[in-house]
């Protein structure tokens, strides 16, 4: 069993036992789980990922995603990927320490108008994940990062459309309380690379549970004197969410071993594409399945398919497939193969 | 529970082999000196198949003493997908090197391992599958063809149906009734069959795109001696099973069209789309996770593990994604393709369109896969 096998086990154990389907609903109601913050945080899993040095347990990019895996798979309601991967990448700069509690990542939105301006922050950061409970807002901002306070920022309040919080910050002329200079590797690209393997793992998670749970009911559920789950009609469902979790699972490791090798462009964007794709296919057919009880907050269906969509418009839905379209197109023909049998490896250009 | 996949990746060694095998391609199958085929109907030459074995890229998995190379599936995976992708011609030793070799490798006796393996390992043998009868598709166990024992040896009647490269193949490994029992899985057993026996009509079907790649295959008290049957009598439901998850993990499930786009991208680069970027895009992505299958599968086989519901989520997906590339492929340009055109992408499409719909088909319907992995996840 590997490593990332065993964290899987540990994470997946404890989350069962603390992340229920009432604790979930209960943190979309107060935005918040401070029984899953504590729970996690005494097993040392919210920093998996981030060195010691900056205050984290170490561990490996495919360690944090095999814990992401797991979250997803049990729609924890925490900034676990802004915690431990999204600020493990961003701690390689030195001299960032990073303090105890929840941390956030600002994700760069397009339209995002930060600025730093005479080492002082100025503009507005949207949907930055559970912004108001942070206890530092992290982000890479000209060249810098950056750490922020939520009580340094106007905090405008919202939601994902699974009910997680997205908040927009912003900031009037406020000096950071971390400022380091980035190290050459972190470009924003790179930042919204993170962010996609993060999301990817979140989705890889979910979409096993989205299979789990639909095998499952069809089974149980009995129309005409038979389990749903016996006419083929129904099993086409069951059979498309079994699918497309293996295909996204199998993706996001891939890309996590890359990550860790340095170059795994290629692999991180064809993974959240397979992500993206998967989220769409997989809880159409997980509903369907379900029929009207699927519908319903009282089911946990819900709790999985609500956060597949949120995920997937987070960092890059359709971009990633016009950049590797760019990428393939610049490469050519000639090397079109190579690319789906050697990823980064064959050259490919991103 | 859920289906998982374990990430894995080429060895060093499988590294080596690939660049071995890119360099072969590039010197013996150099773009434009053939007419390049679709996947595994993609015609047949002797000569390459002869080289391949050659260079011991032929019954890989086969043990040495019978001239096979004591490889791997995943070594068989790396070379396959190099040739498949170009449009090779592996008709003749496909079969053969897929499945058949490793059926008589599993289930046959010392004899017969030492009159077949190395003759298939050298390339020298074409083998063809006799499943398939006109009342037997999808539900393959209602096979009517019935071998009676006689002195010697066992009389075969019967017709096979659907057998790609009947009549160019040495051997047939055919499943008929050779008991009688109350379980339609019973009763059943594997024969080799020589198709140049007496008794043998081979009747050439022509496929859509006007191939005689099928054919019908009639036995009419054909004598098969007796030290031919595989395996055990009466196990043929059991061999066969397992012989038709070889048929399903493989590249040829996901790769046919790849030569399609990659002509495609040649011809058309200076004008493409938005659309067709994004297309290549995405094709790019899903390609590249469906190739992760067939490899992690392959590697389940050489760990001694048996990928069935993993190779038929391969099969399906992969072949589900082959058809729906053909289509978006015609809606992203205006032309109509054509069997005889200058254009090798106007050709393949041509052939494409055709013949699209027979790839979730063969190896077992999707339909069916879906209701074995149905049963699977409970």
């Not at chain 1, 105890?100 to 949907?127: C, H, M, W, Y």
């Not at chain 2, 017969?112 to 598709?137: H, N, T, V, W, Y």
């Not at chain 2, 072949?319 to 590339?325: A, D, G, I, L």
Request: charged content about 20%.
């Amino acid at each position: 069993m590997s490593e990332q096998d065993l964290l899987f086990e540990t994470a997946d154990r404890l989350f069962a036992a603390v992340c229920t389907f009432d604790e979930v609903q209960r943190a979309q109601n107060s935005g918040w789980s401070d029984l899953s913050w504590e729970a996690s945080n005494e097993l040392g899993l919210t920093r998996i990922g981030v060195g010691e040095d900056a205050g984290g347990v170490g561990g490996s990019i495919a360690d944090a995603v095999a814990l992401l895996m797991a979250a997803g798979y049990h729609s924890v309601p925490l900034p676990l990927a802004e915690s431990t991967l999204l600020a493990g990448w961003l701690a390689k700069a030195p001299g960032v320490i990073l303090p105890e509690g929840p941390l956030t990542v600002i994700p760069n939105k397009a339209n995002d108008s930060l600025r730093l301006d005479g080492a002082k922050l100025f503009g507005t950061a949207q949907r930055v994940p559970w912004g108001r409970k942070a206890s530092l807002v992290l982000g890479l901002i000209d060249g810098h990062i950056i750490g922020v306070t939520p009580s340094q920022a106007t905090v405008s309040e919202d939601v994902n459309v699974a009910g997680e919080a997205r908040d927009d910050l912003s900031f009037d002329g406020v000096t950071p309380v971390l400022c380091e200079r980035a190290v050459p590797e972190q470009t924003k690209q790179s930042l919204q690379l993170v962010g996609a393997l993060s999301r990817s793992a979140l989705m890889a998670g979910a979409l096993l549970r989205v299979a789990d749970i639909t095998a499952q009911y069809t089974q149980e559920r009995k129309q005409f004197g038979k389990a749903i789950g016996s006419f083929q009609a129904v099993q086409l469902h069951v059979v498309r969410c079994a699918e497309q979790a293996a295909y996204v699972d199998l993706g996001v490791q891939v890309a996590a071993r890359e990550a860790d090798r340095g170059v795994a462009a290629f692999e991180i964007m064809a993974a959240k594409t397979l992500a993206n794709d998967a989220a769409r296919i997989a809880s159409r057919a997980a509903h369907q399945a379900h029929g009207a009880m699927g519908m319903t907050q009282e089911y946990v269906l819900h709790q999985y398919t609500r956060r597949l969509w949120a995920w997937r418009s987070e960092y890059g839905d359709a971009s990633w497939v016009h950049h590797l379209g760019e990428a393939v197109v610049a490469l050519g023909a000639d090397h079109h193969f190579h690319v789906i049998a050697d990823g980064s490896a064959s050259g490919i250009s991103l | 529970m859920a289906i998982r996949l374990i990430a894995t990746e080429l060895t060093e060694q499988e590294r080596d082999l690939q660049a071995q095998v890119r360099a072969f391609c590039e010197e013996h199958l150099p773009r434009g000196s053939f007419e390049p085929g679709l996947g595994m109907s993609s015609g047949q030459s002797r000569d390459l198949s002869r080289e391949l074995g050659k260079r011991g890229w032929l019954g890989m998995a086969l043990p040495q003493e019978y001239g096979g190379s004591d490889r791997s599936t995943v070594d068989r995976l790396v070379v396959v997908e190099e040739l498949l992708r170009r449009g090779a011609p592996l008709e003749h030793h496909w079969t053969a090197d897929r499945q058949s070799g490793v059926m008589i490798n599993r289930s046959g006796t010392q004899e017969q391992k030492q009159r077949f393996l190395p003759s298939i390992a050298a390339g020298e043998l074409c083998f063809c599958i006799g499943m398939s009868e006109p009342d037997s598709g999808s539900d393959l166990a209602s096979v009517k063809s019935r071998a009676i024992p006689v002195d010697g040896g066992w009389l075969l009647n019967g017709t096979k149906i659907w057998t790609s490269n009947a009549h160019f193949a040495d051997w047939m490994i055919c499943l008929c009734r050779t008991h009688d029992a109350d379980n339609p899985h019973q009763g059943l057993s594997q024969l080799l069959i020589d198709m140049r026996s007496p008794g043998i009509t081979i009747n050439p079907i022509p496929l859509l795109d006007g191939t005689a790649d099928f054919a019908e295959v009639v036995f009419e008290d054909v004598f098969v001696p007796e030290d031919l049957l595989l395996g055990e009598p009466g196990n043929g439901w059991t061999q066969v099973t397992s012989e038709l998850s070889f048929e399903r993990a493989g590249p040829e499930r996901w790769i046919t069209p790849v030569i399609i786009v990659e002509n495609f991208l040649r011809e058309n680069a200076d004008s493409l789309s938005p659309a067709a970027v994004d297309f290549l895009g995405h094709t790019i992505a899903r390609w590249w996770g469906l190739r992760q299958i067939s490899l992690a599968a392959a590697r389940m086989i050489d760990e001694g593990l048996a990928p069935a519901l993993q190779a038929a989520i391969g099969k399906d997906m992969g072949t589900e994604f082959e058809q729906e590339v053909i289509t978006a492929l015609q809606q992203l340009i205006d032309i109509e393709p054509s069997l005889v055109s200058r254009s090798p992408f106007s050709r393949l499409l041509a052939r494409a369109v055709l013949v699209a719909p027979s790839w979730p088909i063969r190896g077992g319907t999707n339909e069916v896969l879906k209701g074995i992995i149905a049963k699977g996840l409970r």
